[in-house]
C-alpha cells in the first residue's frame, strides 16, 4: 500500500478503481500552407464545433449545477468570440503561410503565460481556462476524440495531471466518486468544483499520475489529502466505516442546514458566522448561519496605498448587509495598530504592541479615519440589519466618546438628509479584563456584548499566545475565564440585553456545552462550523449543560472542566 | 464619451463580471475601448479586459465613440454598481 500525500481540497472519502486520464498532449506540428483562406475556413469549421461544444455544456451545466457555475462557460464563450484571439490568428495563417494549428498554439501559449504570471492568483488560475479552450479548438483541428466523461457508467476515482473546467462539468456523480491530481490547490477551478459536486478530492499530490495505472484500487482521503493506492482489506474495511459515518453525518447537517438552532429541550440560540469580506457572505448562508456575527473591516484598509474613501466602505458594507437579507450582521470598526499594520500609515513601533495604540484607542485619536467609517456604515444601515461594534473597550468613557462620535455622524447625515436607518444596536467588544469586570455598569449602556475570546483568554492570563513556551497558559477551559464569560452573561441578561462570542471557543466542541449552559445567546464561527454546532446542540439539553457549567465554575483547573464535559458523554 | 472608475473590488475584475461588461458592451452600437496602464483594449475582447489584471487602485477608463455612447456608459456604470467593482474617479 502506498500513501500518495496531496492537499486536501474537497472533503469525504471515496473507495474504487482508479481511472487515469492520461494527459493526451495534441502534438502541434508547424505546417506551410498554399491556401491561406481554405486554412482560415477550416480554422472557423473547428471554432463553430467548439462553440456548439461549449454550448452544450453551458446548457448541461445550467441544467445540473445552476446558473452560478454555468458562468465559466460564458466566459468560455466569449473568449471563442474574442478578437483579440481569433484576430491574430488569422492574420499568422494569412500572412506567415503557417497551419492554423501552429497559429492557434502561438498565439493561445501568449495569452496563457501572461495569466501565468499575473500578481492575482485568481487571474493565475485563469491561464487553465485558456488552455481549456485552445485544447478545445484544436482537438477539432485534429479531429482527435476527446473522451468523453459523460459516458461513465461505472463507479471509479478519476486520475489525472489537472482536470479543466469542461472535464468537470461532464462527471457524473453517481460514477465518478471522486478524483486526485498532480497539480492544482484549494482555490483550483477543479477543487471549487468538487465542492460544489460533493465528492472528495485530493489536489496537488505532484505524482499520482505517475503511481498509479487504471483499475488500482484507490481509497481518497478528502479531509487529510491523501491517496492510498492498494489498500489491504483491513484499511478498506476501516475506510467503509469512516464514509458511513461521514455520509450519515453529512445527510444529518444538510438537514439542519435551513432550521433554527435549538437543544433538545427548545432553547433557541443565534449560530452566526465571522467574515472578513463581502465575498464570504455566500458560504455563509451555504452553511445556514442566521447572522454575522463579527464581520472585520481591516481587509478594506489592507492591500493598497491609501485610506479607503467613505463611498468605498459604504459600498462594502452595503454587499453584505444586502446580502444577508435582513438577517443581522454585527460589523466591527477598525481594528489596526499593534500587529496589524498598514503600509501608508506608520505607526512608532512598541514595545507591547498588544498593550499598545491600537484599535479603538487609535479610532478616538484619529478620528478623521473614524467618522469616515462611521458615516459609510450609518449610510449602509438602511439596506439591512446593521449593528455596531467598537473593539478593545477598557472602559466607560471610551464607549461613551465613541457613541457620541457616532451620533455627531448621525445627525450630520440626517441634515444632509441621508437616510439612516433608526435601529442600529451599538455594542462592544469585551476583550479586556476591566470591562468584563464592570460589565453590569456596561450592560446598561450598550445594546449588546460580544466576548472576544483569543485576546480576553490572553490578557487574563498574561499570556503571548503566539509565544511557544507560554502557549500552554492559552486555556479557553480555564475556570477563571469561565467566571468572567459567566459575569458578562448575567449582567448583561440582568439588563435585558443579549451577548455573542466571536473567538475561536463560540465554535469548540468541549467549550459549546458549557457556553450553553452559561446562557450565551448567539455564537459565531467560521462558517464551515456552523453546521456541526447546529447538531451537537441539538442533542443537548440547556437544562443539563446548566448544571454542567455550574460545577465548571467550581473547578480549579482547566483539566478538570475538560474531564468534566467528556464526563457527560455528549 | 468617457468614464474613469476606481477598482475597489478586492478581486479587481475577475472572469464573472468581465463577461457582463464584454456582453454588454457589445449589445449597443458605438465603439466601445477600455483602457488600463497606458494600453487601450475593445470591449469585444474578453482577453483584453482580463490582460489588465486590474487590482484595487488601479484605474481604468471606458471611452465609447457613437451614438448610443452614453446608454453604453450607463449599462457598465450598473455593472459597476451591482458588482461592487470600483467607484467613479474624477
Redesign the interface.
Known sequence: MLNIKGIAAAAGYAIAKALVLESTELSVEKRTVQDGDMEITRFREALARSIADVEKLKQRTLEQLGAEKA??F??HL??L?????LGPIEDKIQKEGINAEYALHEVSAG?IS??EN???P??RE?AS??KDVAKRILSHLLNAKVLDLAAIHEEIILVAEDLTPSETAQFNRNYVKGFATNVGGKTSHSAIMARSLEIPAVVGTKEVLEQVKDGDLLILDGMKGTVLLNPDDATVAEYRLKQEQYEAQRAEWAKLRHVPTVTKDGKHVELAANIG???DVANVLLNGGEAVGLFRTE?LYM????M??E??QF??YK?VLERMEGKPVVVRTLDIGGDKELPYFELPKEMNPFLGFRAIRLCLERQDIFRTQLRALLRASVYGNLRIMFPMIATLGEFRQAKTILFEEKAKLEAEDIPVSGEIQLGIMVEIPSTAVLSDLFAKEVDFFSIGTNDLIQYTMASDRMNERVSYLYQPYNPSILRLVKMVIDAAHAEGKWVGMCGEMAGDATAIPLLLGLGLDEFSMSASSILPARSQMSKLSAEETRMLAAKALGCGTAEEVVTLVQRMDI | MQKTYKITNEDGIHARPATALVNTASKFKSEVFAEANNRKVTMKSILGVLSFGLEPGDLVTFIAEGEDASEVLEALDEIFAKESLGIAHA
Open positions: 458562468e465559466i460564458e466566459a466569449l473568449v468570440h474574442d478578437p483579440e484571439l495569452f501572461m495569466f499575473m500578481k492575482s485568481y487571474l485563469r481556462d485558456m469580506t463581502p465575498a481587509f492591500g493598497r496605498d491609501s479607503p474613501s463611498k468605498e459600498t462594502a454587499a
